[in-house]
Each structure stands twice: as structure tokens, then as C-alpha cells.
């Protein structure tokens, strides 16, 4: 937030207001929070964490599954 505010120079209050609405939105809405398990503020209020992290497991055993087949595929090729 420093950073956004400090490098630019804002030539009227709602300039000001304007970015620091921009980066609080991206803050609440865009940044993914460690400590919320890498989900957005917005999706833990929301409530929708469970949901994001079924998907994201079975993203995961998929990717998983699909390196397995292709490791396979591979030393098959080999011999």
C-alpha cells in the first residue's frame, strides 16, 4: 500500500480515494492470503473456502494422476 500511494502523485482527494479504493478491492478481492489457506478475504466471508479447496484437491489429483500416466508412458518408451 505504501508503495501505490507514495510513487504517485495525486492532484486531488479523489484521485487518492480512488486508488486506495482500487487497492483495498484488489487487497480484498484479487490477493490470495496465506493465511487464509491462499484464498481471497472475500471468499472466506463469502464462505466459499470449502468449496475452492475440494476443487483445487481435485485439480491437485488429477495433475498428480496425469504426471503418474506420463512417467509411465515414458519408461515404457524407454525399454
Known sequence: MKNVVKLNH???PSELEKA???WVKYYNEKRYHESLDN????DVYLEYGEEI???REIRKQKSINN???K???G???NK
Request: glycine share 4%; net charge positive; aromatic share 14%.
Open 10 to 12: 495525486y492532484f486531488c
Open 20 to 22: 486506495i479504493g482500487l
Open 39 to 42: 484464498l481471497t478475504p472475500r
Open 53 to 55: 479447496k475440494k476443487i
Open 67 to 69: 504426471r503418474i500416466l
Open 71 to 73: 512417467n509411465k508412458m
Open 75 to 77: 519408461n515404457f518408451q
